[in-house]
């Protein structure tokens, strides 16, 4: 079986400092991750997609994410928060090799709030 | 061109009724999927379907009953409805083979059983 833990519920950043929102994973084999983002009364958006090529992975809108199998974690970061980024993050495992059909496994979500 | 498109976007109805939801992708995908987001925001997958088949089915209740008429439609029916029915119902696509598990996702439709 595999799940991410989300580690914060809410993050609070500055406009202009640096985000960091952390997930642990845990998985018997190598996993897909991902970072899907919700912006209020939205669908959900994929971030960026981890599957063992790169460990450090660049995504849309500047942010990134760096797997680190020794401290199974895939946490997303980006340098320099705007005020667009305040939004719902959701860190996601994806089970092994399917043919057909995924049942992604979603953190519980971590709130960005962006200050002026 | 909107991708994924559910509709209705927000249902607001009565315990005990019968309601729908419909969804349709013009992505080409295979695969699509009914996942449930509850009040805390948790997503959890519902059903999945790949080619009009049902392939992931979950522990939901039998009043939960998708409908795959062809590949490119996927509707929910929820008959007599619960106040814990009320959450925000997304419906996602994907392609098959490489890829397969990058989740296009529809803009959700709110349901709230008064």
């Known amino acids: 079986a595999q799940s991410v833990t989300q580690l914060d519920s809410h993050v609070s950043v500055s406009e202009g400092t640096p985000v960091l929102l952390r997930c642990n994973y845990s998985s018997s084999y190598s996993p897909s991750l991902f970072w899907y983002v919700q912006h209020p009364n939205k669908g959900l958006q994929l971030l960026l997609k981890y599957t063992s090529a790169a460990t450090l992975v660049k995504g849309i809108n500047g942010f990134e994410a760096e797997f680190k199998k020794s401290e199974t974690s895939f946490h997303l970061t980006k340098p320099s928060a705007h005020m667009s980024d305040a939004a719902e993050y959701f860190c996601v495992v994806s089970p092994p090799n399917s043919n057909s059909g995924y049942a992604l496994n979603f953190g519980k979500g971590t709130s960005l709030l962006v200050t002026p | 061109d909107t991708a994924v498109s559910q509709t209705p976007k927000y249902l607001v109805t009565q315990m005990g009724n019968d309601k729908s939801i419909k969804c349709e992708q013009n992505?080409?995908?295979?695969?699509m999927y009914w996942y449930k987001q509850d009040s805390k925001k948790f997503l959890k997958i519902m059903f999945s379907?790949?080619?009009?088949?049902?392939?992931i089915n979950e522990t939901v209740p039998n009043r939960f009953s998708p409908k795959s008429p062809d590949k490119a439609h996927l509707n929910l029916h929820i008959n007599s409805l619960e106040l814990g029915d009320s959450a925000v119902y997304f419906c996602?696509?994907?392609?098959?083979?490489?890829?397969?598990?990058?989740?296009?996702f529809g803009a959700g439709s709110r349901l709230t059983v008064l």
């Open positions: 996602a696509s994907s392609q098959a083979g490489a890829g397969a598990n990058v989740l296009t």
């Open positions: 992505l080409g995908h295979d695969t």
């Open positions: 379907y790949n080619n009009k088949e049902l392939i």
